[in-house]
């Protein structure tokens, strides 16, 4: 079950005003309410996590579907945050919403070494989603999207160094993207027989824990290695 879901907690007789898909959450149902309060208002009120997960047999079976390694885990990623509702909880002009859906904004590599913001869409259909991430970065190599705006509050940040293993990652922060979780993974690397992925997470600690985050890996791992069932299944 999902520990940290805030299904009697949406209150459904209103919408929010920023943004029209997100339901306000009634605070008096939220089960992280106190926790919610005590860590809000911190100056800097992001927790960040590195580690590395399994992800053996993942990057064959790709291979196998024709697939590319990062796009298609941009969409696991996706998914994954989807399937967790406290993933998907946000601070809109300081209230406490739920997007029934977040989607991807993907950084993606320019031919000159800069970068470039991909805005893509989240379904759950893992063939239209895919077609709309490569559309979405192609755009973005094309013509490339370098500002920061506002009105992002039903995305998360997914950014890639294929270049490193890393063991720890630090993103610029800023008070307006407090709530939006960012997911950054680094070059695959061998150990004792296993593929294992660098990943770090990101996200507010009003909203999550580091037991929502180890949830969240997990189940991000079980999803690489069901890839070929959730292929098949759509």
């Known amino acids: 079950s999902d520990v940290c879901s805030s299904d009697l907690g949406v209150d459904a007789s209103h919408r929010g005003t920023t943004i029209s898909t997100a339901m306000p959450v009634a605070l ?3 089960p992280r309410r106190r926790l ?10 992001v ?8 992800i053996s047999g993942y990057e064959a079976a790709v291979k ?35 997007f029934p859906l977040v989607h991807p904004s993907v950084v993606v590599g320019l031919d000159d070494g800069n970068m470039s913001f991909a805005d893509a869409t989240y379904t759950g259909n893992v063939h239209a989603d895919l077609a709309n991430l490569r559309a979405a970065m192609g755009a973005a190599r094309s013509r490339p999207n370098q500002d920061f705006t506002a009105g992002l509050e039903d995305r998360i940040f997914l950014t890639h160094l294929p270049w490193l293993s890393f063991t720890g990652i630090q993103h610029p922060f800023t008070p307006l993207y407090a ?3 960012v997911i950054s993974t680094g070059r695959s690397f061998r150990n004792e027989g296993k593929d294992m992925l660098p990943i770090a997470v990101q996200a507010h600690h009003a909203l999550v824990d580091g037991r929502h985050v180890a949830d969240l890996l997990a189940h991000l791992t079980d999803l690489c290695r069901q890839l070929d069932n959730l292929v098949c299944a759509t």
């Open 28 to 30: 008096e149902h939220y």
């Open 47 to 54: 927790l960040a996590i590195s580690t590395a997960i399994d």
């Open 179 to 181: 709530s939006i979780p």
């Open 64 to 98: 196998d579907h024709g697939m590319r390694f990062y796009t298609t885990l941009c969409w696991l990623i996706s998914k994954a945050i989807n399937d967790n509702a406290c993933f998907r909880h946000r601070i809109v002009d300081d209230v406490l919403v739920e």
């Open 36 to 45: 919610y309060e005590c860590f809000r208002h911190h100056p800097l009120p």
